[in-house]
């Protein structure tokens, strides 16, 4: 299955109404993008069990990357980085495991998570987009 245009709607802990909708605008209305789709390519889905609206739009960009033909998407947890932020270029150390060592990419989603009782405890969880074009070294 194929995708441009994701929606994910769920309930939050109140009961209230959530919505998160994910896009891909170059593959909607750009002739000369590289995954140009012709058009709209709909994709909605129920997610009762998100009842928090930062980690529902995370599972809506992560959702529309995946269903992508084109977008190859990493999400990395690691000791928190508070310098790590959206629209940052990095470069892969490791991931030998997955095919990613030394592929560029643009993170797309930042959460750090802090522990209170321990500073050891706290992380950065990062999403990003695979880059087809070299960063700087």
């Known amino acids: 299955m194929s995708g441009n245009s994701l929606t994910r709607r769920s309930r939050g802990e109140q009961a209230q109404p959530l919505t998160a909708i994910a896009e891909d605008v170059d593959s909607i209305s750009d002739p000369m993008a590289v995954n140009y789709a012709h058009g709209e390519a709909l994709y909605s889905r129920e997610e009762p069990m998100i009842a928090n609206q930062a980690a529902l739009n995370l599972m809506a960009r992560r959702d529309l990357?995946?269903?992508?033909?084109?977008?190859?998407?990493?999400?990395?947890?690691?000791?928190?980085?508070?310098?790590?932020?959206?629209?940052?270029?990095?470069?892969?150390?490791?991931?030998?495991?997955?095919?990613?060592?030394?592929?560029?990419?643009?993170?797309?989603?930042v959460n750090h998570t802090i522990q209170t009782q321990t500073i050891s405890g706290s992380r950065t969880d990062i999403g990003a987009v695979y880059l087809r074009t070299e960063a700087p070294a």
Not at 72 to 100: C, F, H, T, W
């Open 65 to 109: 990357a995946r269903l992508s033909s084109t977008n190859e998407y990493i999400e990395i947890e690691l000791p928190l980085n508070a310098e790590a932020q959206k629209g940052m270029v990095i470069r892969v150390n490791g991931g030998d495991i997955s095919d990613v060592r030394d592929h560029v990419f643009r993170i797309e989603y």
